[in-house]
């Protein structure tokens, strides 16, 4: 059973930093790209970074490229987002999975992690 799990978010102020964590089970971690995505209010879902298996590549959104650092650790299948700069403009719930642009576990979705971003 794939099992995504997301956590870290909460309420920040613009500039503020948040790192979020997304802890996996169910499929071997090691063997798959991995992403964060977000739905803001009103939006579609977005992808927002991208990590290679083995953690060498990365990629992100223009939106978010130079403040967020997308990064995982094999050994504890977990993923990580530190998010840096934020604007409120990031407001949105957070959800983790594995692939890209193509999701893998399109029907296994976590139940995501809220930031918002206000003063």
């Known amino acids: 059973q794939v099992q995504l799990v997301e956590s870290g978010g909460g309420l920040v102020q613009p500039g503020g930093s948040l790192r979020l964590s997304c802890a996996v089970s169910?499929?071997?971690?090691?063997?798959?790209?991995m992403s964060w995505y977000r739905q803001a209010p009103g939006k579609e879902r977005e992808l927002a970074a991208t990590?290679?298996?083995?953690?060498?590549?990365?990629n992100y959104a223009d939106s978010v490229k130079g403040r967020f650092t997308i990064s995982r650790d094999n050994a504890k299948n977990t993923m990580y987002l530190q998010m840096n700069s934020l604007k409120p403009e990031d407001t949105a719930v957070y959800y983790c999975?594995?692939?890209?642009?193509?999701?893998?576990?399109?029907?296994?979705w976590g139940q995501g992690t809220q930031v918002t971003v206000s003063s």
């Open positions: 999975n594995a692939g890209g642009q193509v999701v893998v576990f399109n029907r296994n």
């Open positions: 169910g499929f071997t971690f090691s063997s798959y790209a």
């Open positions: 990590i290679s298996s083995t953690g060498y590549n990365t």
